[in-house]
């Protein structure tokens, strides 16, 4: 799990201690309360969680990655797929770079697979396939 957010941490950090128990990873120093390992300062997380997550797959070794809920836009009128978070915490106000951080991290990362099976994307620099064709 990654979030950037020192807010987000704040506000679900004791529901992911309580629910979750993978790794956890932020690029702000929530370690002592909530486990969270801080990635050092050099590690490029290209702007957003999404683009972090793929690009610590992409270090941690992983030769194919296939991507679920990057919509990278404004669906139905929400910030992220999921819906808005609540009032303090951020939401996607930075959508209209991420595409340029994305095709970034594309460049970065060439030669591993990765595959957008997201429904609805703006996200381009990747192949399209439905998830059920991967599976």
């Known amino acids: 799990m990654f979030a950037m957010d020192r ?3 704040q506000t ?3 529901e992911v201690i ?3 128990g993978g790794a956890r990873y932020s690029i702000n120093n929530m370690a002592a309360k909530y486990n969270v390992v801080k990635l050092p300062p050099a590690f490029k997380h290209y702007g957003n969680s ?3 997550c793929i690009a610590m ?3 941690g070794g992983a ?5 679920l809920g990057f919509d990278c836009q404004h669906t139905g009128g929400k910030a992220h797929w999921h819906g808005n978070h609540p009032k303090g915490l951020g939401n996607a106000g930075g959508v209209d770079k991420w595409q340029e951080k994305f095709a970034e991290l594309a460049r970065d990362i060439a030669g591993i697979d ?9 996200l381009n620099c990747w192949p399209r ?3 059920e064709d991967l599976l």
């Open 7 to 9: 807010q987000w941490w």
């Open 12 to 14: 679900h950090g004791d």
């Open 18 to 20: 309580a629910s979750f």
């Open 50 to 52: 999404g683009a972090a």
């Open 57 to 59: 797959a992409a270090q």
């Open 63 to 67: 030769s194919r990655i296939v991507l």
């Open 114 to 122: 990765v595959i957008n099976a997201t429904k609805e994307t703006a």
């Open 129 to 131: 396939k439905p998830l």
